[in-house]
């Protein structure tokens, strides 16, 4: 039990996004009106990719201090979980953009930053496939990844404040903190950033297992 409560929390949270995310009384705002429902699935989706790649550096810096080969493998892991909770916000975006900027894709700044972050990530997974040599993997994937993670921060957070955008807190515009998180909102876009980052990491630690378990299949043959 020890081991699985913020399992069963992660799920339960989930489980109340999706009832209330849906179902609750939502603010009437302009222009947003009923999609900002898709706030408490879009949003919490980048948050948990942003923590889970902020994890996934830390265990390539502590990688390429140790060799210890585990890190490599949590990096490696967490980067596919990101890769997957990337692919699902851009997606919920542009279902959200579609019914409020009229288009999926605008080739507003903060889009293109994010596919392009995407596109970073997709690299680092087809680099690590490309080489054979474990240890040569582990070593250039783990430089791949600081400087990937470096790379997309500034993209995704500092860039499209520096041009106009249609996203809420760039290019001038207010920012859901200032005006529009009211406390209907809040109380199910917190639990929500909770719930699909501790979904994430379970989904990640799953992964990591897998991976073990096949290297030791490997080893035995």
Known sequence: MRKTWW???GVALVFYTLIAGLLMDAP???ILN???RAMHFHVPMWFGMVIMLTAAVIFSIRYLRTGNQKFDTYAIELV???ILFGIL?????MIWANY???APWSGDPKQNASAIGMLIYFAYILLRNSITDPQQKAKIGAVYNIFAYATLIPLLFILPRLTDSLHPGNGGNPGFNAYE???RLRMVFYPAVIGWTLLG???TELRIRLSFIKSKIDEED
């Open 181 to 183: 998180l009211d406390g």
């Open 7 to 9: 399992k069963i929390i």
């Open 80 to 82: 596919n979980t990101s």
């Open 89 to 93: 916000g851009l997606a919920t975006g």
């Open 34 to 36: 009923e999609t900002i």
């Open 201 to 203: 990491v379970w989904l």
């Open 100 to 102: 409020t900027w009229g």
């Open 28 to 30: 009437r705002l302009a």
